[in-house]
Nanobody, 127 residues
């Protein structure tokens, strides 16, 4: 059974950067595509980025994150990181990683296609 644990969240000032990590146990990127999502209070969970089993990278449609967020992996396929730059208060949310059985990654940004979620890590952007 794949398990995911997010880390790296915290409080950051506007304009700052954070690097979130998703540690994978019980499986690896050889079996599951891994997506990053966020959910702000009162809003739906939003897909941000995905690394697929087939080594493709996909990003969400939100114009607010394009060019600011990037996703990467370690060589062992056991950790997926989300690098976030120029953070703004509207980026405040709980950030989750999720494992999708969609090997191509094409559906990996849709929450309904996620089989297993991590517990989430809070990111707060404020002075």
């Amino acid at each position: 059974q794949v398990q995911l644990v997010e880390s790296g969240g915290g409080l950051v000032q506007p304009g700052g950067s954070l690097r979130l990590s998703c540690t994978i146990s019980g499986s690896s990127l050889d079996e599951y595509s891994i997506g990053w999502f966020r959910q702000a209070p009162g809003k739906e969970r939003e897909g941000l980025a995905c690394l697929s089993v087939t080594h493709n990278t996909f990003y969400g449609e939100s114009e607010s994150v394009k060019g600011r967020f990037s996703v990467s992996r370690d060589n062992a396929g056991k950790m997926v990181s989300l690098e976030m730059k120029f953070l703004q208060p509207e980026d405040t949310a709980v950030y989750y990683c999720g494992a999708s059985g969609d090997r191509s990654g094409l559906m990996c940004l849709y929450p309904t296609y996620i089989r297993v979620w991590g517990q989430g890590t809070q990111v707060t952007v404020s002075h």
